[in-house]
């Protein structure tokens, strides 16, 4: 099940990107990323109480609080970041740079969590770079 949430994640992102470019025309990137965080925020929140999953907040461990804030401030640093990119450039050489996360992410995921180095998983991560230069020359 989880490859078909990851699919209609790769979906929705696509679909964030195109119209977002759309969006963004004549709007303050940082305003644009605002207004977009809202709605994720009234979704999300539209997703706890119709799963009935508010009753959890009283059992995060002070651990997870402070992962699931870091992780918030970076999510924020990268969408305004994102939008400023998206604003000023062209929407498919920001994507493409912007994937460029699944080789931090796996560098990243080695060095720290140490997860397994297989010669699959490199070879993946060199050519996702490789795309990359590609996609934006």
């Known amino acids: 099940?989880?490859?078909?949430?990851?699919?209609?994640?790769?979906v929705?992102?696509?679909?964030?990107?195109?119209?977002?470019?759309v969006g963004i025309?004549?709007?303050?990137?940082?305003?644009?990323?605002?207004?977009?965080?809202?709605?994720?925020?009234?979704?999300?929140?539209?997703?706890?109480f119709l799963t009935n999953a508010q009753g959890g907040i009283t059992h995060i461990s002070t651990k997870s609080w402070v992962f699931l804030i870091l992780s918030g401030l970076a999510t924020g640093a990268s969408w305004l970041c994102y939008y400023k990119a998206l604003k000023d450039?062209?929407?498919?050489?920001?994507?493409?740079?912007?994937?460029?996360s699944v080789v931090f992410t796996f560098i990243i995921a080695f060095v720290f969590l140490h997860?397994?180095?297989?010669?699959?998983?490199f070879i993946g991560c060199l050519l996702v770079a490789a795309g990359t230069f590609v996609m934006i020359l």
């Open 1 to 10: 099940m989880w490859l078909v949430f990851a699919l209609l994640s790769a």
């Open 12 to 21: 929705f992102a696509a679909l964030t990107s195109i119209l977002a470019k």
């Open 25 to 48: 025309d004549e709007v303050n990137s940082n305003l644009a990323t605002a207004i977009r965080t809202l709605v994720v925020v009234a979704m999300s929140w539209g997703m706890v």
């Open 89 to 100: 450039g062209e929407v498919s050489k920001v994507v493409s740079i912007d994937k460029l």
């Open 115 to 121: 997860e397994k180095l297989t010669i699959k998983s």
